[in-house]
């Protein structure tokens, strides 16, 4: 049995296709599905079990001797988020849950970081997992601080020789985008935000640049395809030999306007992009610039090469975006 938290989320979901389309069985769903459309990110599958969160801590009793690896997804993933109470319960506290669970079950358990924990990338965006560069981090927002401090008492338990999962992978996503993530509202991915103005052939408008470096346009993020975040983790499951906390980028840094232009390029048209006011609120706590460090990943034997962005958004748009069933 592999237990998906988020399972029916963005990349929970995507993971849990992969899964099935590689053969596994008895895959299990732990996620909230409220009354949105978010259980059509699922409904392509074939679950042993779909379980509220709330129903974990029973599921577990009842089924925990069968678990043989835990994936877990399930977070608030907002940004924007301040209820810190909210975060740290359904972020933190639960992380170190299924962390003594794996534990004690001696089965893997990989789980999502985030690039969040970089902060304002001052201190570059190493993988570095020692205590010392963990301690330093200083995430921006909350949800960053969720993600940061349970990678600390990762690191704590390992230095102290405390007892581990047998396998263990907290994965750094940077700028994650693909299909099954139409559910996400505002934390949606710029490129879901901009298609349908793009199909549209409308003017996108990107925020404009308040740092004296960057053009407006010109910030500059690591986007990683959906596809090569699935392929780390089913490597990952492959490879119980790999433990360690590790960036999921694709490596480079690309412009948002890049991203806007290969969008529109996807549909065969040619771009249209203005800038508009960034909010400024949003202002102070802005990062211009990310780039996984993935060598790291690639020292630990992941040789796969990561997706280029223009070929990811035609993928994205083409595939799924723009198509009659635009689920994974």
Same mark, same amino acid.
Not at 58 to 75: K, P, T
Not at 318 to 328: F, H, I, K, S, V
């Given at each position: 049995?592999?237990?998906?938290?988020?399972? /029916?989320?963005?990349?929970?979901?995507?993971?849990?296709?992969?899964?099935?389309?590689?053969?596994?069985?008895?895959?299990?769903?732990? !996620? $909230?599905?409220?009354?949105?459309?978010?259980? @059509?990110?699922? /409904?392509? %599958?074939?679950?042993?079990?779909?379980?509220?969160?709330?129903?974990?801590?029973? #599921?577990?009793?009842?089924?925990?001797?069968?678990?043989?690896?835990?994936?877990?997804?399930?977070?608030? +993933?907002?940004?924007?988020?301040? &209820?810190?109470?909210?975060?740290?319960?359904?972020? #933190?506290?639960?992380?170190?849950?299924?962390?003594?669970?794996?534990?004690?079950?001696?089965?893997?358990?990989?789980?999502?970081?985030?690039?969040?924990? $970089?902060? !304002?990338?001052?201190?570059?965006?190493?993988? &570095?997992?020692?205590?010392?560069?963990?301690?330093?981090?200083?995430?921006?927002?909350?949800?960053?601080?969720?993600?940061?401090?349970?990678?600390?008492?990762?690191?704590?338990?390992?230095?102290?020789?405390?007892?581990?999962?047998?396998?263990?992978?907290?994965?750094?996503?940077?700028?994650?985008?693909?299909?099954?993530? $139409?559910? @996400?509202? +505002?934390?949606?991915?710029?490129?879901?935000?901009? #298609?349908?103005?793009?199909?549209?052939? =409308?003017?996108?408008?990107?925020?404009? +640049?308040?740092?004296?470096?960057?053009?407006?346009?010109?910030?500059?993020? &690591?986007?990683?395809?959906?596809? !090569?975040?699935?392929?780390?983790?089913?490597?990952?499951?492959?490879?119980?030999?790999? +433990?360690?906390?590790?960036?999921?980028?694709?490596?480079?840094?690309?412009?948002?306007?890049?991203?806007?232009?290969?969008?529109?390029?996807?549909?065969?048209?040619?771009?249209?992009?203005?800038?508009?006011?960034?909010? =400024?609120?949003? %202002?102070?706590?802005?990062?211009?610039?990310?780039?996984? &460090?993935?060598?790291?990943? %690639? /020292? /630990?034997?992941?040789?796969?090469?990561?997706?280029?962005?223009?070929?990811?958004? %035609?993928?994205?748009?083409?595939? $799924?975006?723009?198509?009659?069933?635009?689920?994974?």
């Amino acid at each position: 049995m592999i237990i998906v938290t988020g399972g /029916a989320g963005f990349i929970g979901s995507c993971i849990v296709a992969a899964l099935q389309e590689a053969g596994k069985k008895d895959i299990v769903v732990v !996620d $909230y599905l409220g009354t949105d459309e978010k259980w @059509k990110n699922i /409904a392509k %599958r074939e679950l042993a079990a779909c379980v509220h969160p709330d129903d974990l801590d029973a #599921f577990l009793a009842a089924h925990g001797h069968q678990v043989q690896s835990v994936i877990h997804m399930g977070a608030i +993933s907002s940004t924007t988020e301040t &209820d810190a109470d909210l975060i740290n319960r359904s972020n #933190f506290t639960l992380s170190s849950k299924l962390w003594d669970f794996c534990t004690a079950q001696k089965c893997p358990f990989i789980y999502a970081s985030s690039a969040a924990t $970089y902060g !304002d990338g001052e201190l570059g965006f190493s993988d &570095d997992d020692s205590q010392e560069h963990l301690n330093a981090l200083r995430p921006l927002n909350c949800y960053g601080w969720s993600k940061a401090v349970f990678d600390r008492k990762v690191a704590r338990e390992r230095d102290e020789n405390r007892p581990t999962p047998p396998q263990y992978a907290g994965l750094k996503f940077f700028n994650v985008y693909g299909p099954n993530e $139409y559910h @996400k509202g +505002s934390m949606k991915s710029v490129i879901a935000h901009i #298609f349908p103005i793009a199909k549209a052939n =409308e003017e996108v408008l990107l925020f404009k +640049s308040y740092h004296p470096d960057y053009a407006d346009g010109q910030q500059l993020r &690591d986007f990683v395809w959906v596809g !090569d975040i699935v392929n780390v983790i089913m490597w990952l499951l492959e490879h119980p030999e790999v +433990s360690g906390i590790f960036n999921i980028g694709a490596g480079e840094a690309r412009s948002f306007y890049d991203l806007a232009a290969a969008t529109f390029h996807a549909l065969g048209l040619e771009p249209k992009i203005g800038y508009k006011e960034m909010p =400024e609120s949003l %202002r102070p706590k802005y990062q211009y610039y990310t780039k996984a &460090d993935i060598s790291k990943l %690639r /020292a /630990a034997g992941y040789t796969r090469p990561m997706t280029q962005l223009e070929e990811g958004v %035609r993928l994205y748009v083409q595939n $799924y975006l723009n198509a009659p069933d635009p689920y994974m």
